[in-house]
């Protein structure tokens, strides 16, 4: 099992950048898929981007693709998510995802961005 905890969310201004953190306890990336979806108010849970642990891919929805970058820290077990050019339409709560190769998924307990115009 895992434990996934999110963090570096907060409160900037249109064109601003945020670089989200999403740190692992229990096992090592390496074993899983990576992803960060979000979700704002009143709508569904979507996804953002995603990184094998595995394969060292990644994958981007395109609102994300050229502004934001997943990477991964195998030293830290840390996922990251840099958030450039940010608009207030990305205003959400961001959720960390970690998917194993039979299925199991495990979710952070999200971390809120508030982008204003």
């Known amino acids: ?3 996934l905890v999110e963090s570096g969310g907060g409160l900037v201004q249109a064109g601003g950048s945020l670089r989200l953190s999403c740190a692992a306890s229990g096992r090592t990336f390496r074993d899983y898929i990576v992803g960060w979806f979000r979700q704002a108010p009143g709508k569904e849970r979507e996804f953002v981007a995603d990184i094998s642990g595995y394969e060292d891919i990644t ?3 395109d609102f994300a693709r050229g502004r934001f970058t997943v990477s991964m820290d195998n030293a830290q077990n840390t996922v990251y998510l840099q958030m450039n050019y940010l608009k207030p ?3 959400a ?3 960390c ?4 190769v039979g299925g199991q998924t495990y979710w952070g307990q999200g ?3 508030a982008v204003a115009s």
């Open 89 to 91: 339409e990305d205003t």
């Open 1 to 3: 099992q895992v434990q």
């Open 97 to 100: 995802n970690a998917r194993d």
């Open 111 to 113: 971390t809120q961005v």
């Open 93 to 95: 709560v961001y959720y």
């Open 59 to 61: 994958s981007y929805k």
